[in-house]
Every structure is written in C-alpha cells, then in structure tokens.
C-alpha cells in the first residue's frame, strides 16, 4: 500500500511524504517501509527538514531524501478525447436589397439556416451558402450587381470560389464567415 501524506512547515513550504507499507493490516510504519520523499518548494527553510537518521526528529517523523522522487500517474490520460463537436453556419442574401445574414456555431443546419434569414430580415432573402465545421463567403460585382457564393472547408478556398463565380467585373467580398473548427 502506498500513502501519501502532505506537510505544511514553517515558511510556506510544504513537504510530501510517499510511504510504502508492506502489510496493510499495521497501523505503524517503521522508517524502513518508507520508500521515497520529496520537497515540492524550493523555498523551504533548511530548519524545516531534518536529515537527521533519527526518524523522530524530522517534522513528520521521516527522513527526507531530497533526490527521489515517487512516479506519478493521471487518472485524466486514461479517459478517451471528448467526440468533435459539429459547428453549422449560413449565409443568406437578399439579391434585391442586397441585405446580407449570417449565423455560425450553430448547433445544427436548421438552427443557423433560421438565424442567417432571420438576421437578413428581409421577404426576398435565400440561404446562399451552407456549411458544417467550414466556411461560407459571398461576393458581389459593385458594376453590374452580379453575386457569387461558396461554402470550404478553408476560408481562402471559399473566397476564391466565391469569387470565381461572379459575373461582372471587379468583384468585392461581401462577408466571409467560418466556424470555430474550420481550417484557416
């Protein structure tokens, strides 16, 4: 059995004590069934430990090795990773007013579809662009009014694209959006 045992000691130091019993039904440890200690402040005053072979003179009655060091394990490591979480997101677009909405982080398509055109607030609004764990972009041509759309998993790909789709001369983005797990 192992036991572990915590000492606060003058100074705000503090001491912890690693004892391996070998019978468990004693109640009494003897210095010889201790394995190992360790000092985990630095700042621990040298009158706080006693190095002494006397076991009944150190603060907790145990000698104190400073060069050892009991192994430790966690509990957390052995858990598996929580599942991905999935982010949705939309854009949507009025192309008669040119008002713009979008939603991100969604819990799901139908929650950020909602938020998108309700955000656009406008009768003549569409979702243009839907995406999971991705993202959207819209652009537009400022001469002849043309759109263009796209959802990616990189929001640079879907820039592009968006891009690539308007017809009409100098295209400008008019938002792009991403979820918190898209790829940059």
Known sequence: MVAIAALLVGGGGLAIFFINRSDDSSTTTD????SSATVQNSTLPSSAVD??????????????????????????????PPPPIDYFGAIAISRTTADVGYAINMRDQASANNAAMSQCGQSTCEIVASFRNACGAVAQSPVNLYWGWSSN????????????QVQGPDPKVITAQCTDNALP
Do not use: F, H, L, M
Not at 31 to 34: E, F, G
Not at 51 to 58: C, I, L, Q
Not at 153 to 161: F, T
């Open 51 to 80: 190095d002494s072979s006397d076991p009944d003179s150190s603060p907790s009655g145990a000698e104190v090795p400073s060069t050892e060091s009991a192994p430790t394990t966690s509990a957390a490591a052995a858990a598996p």
């Open 153 to 164: 998993g990189s929001k640079q790909v879907a820039i592009n694209e968006a891009i690539g």
């Open 31 to 34: 210095a010889d069934s201790r």
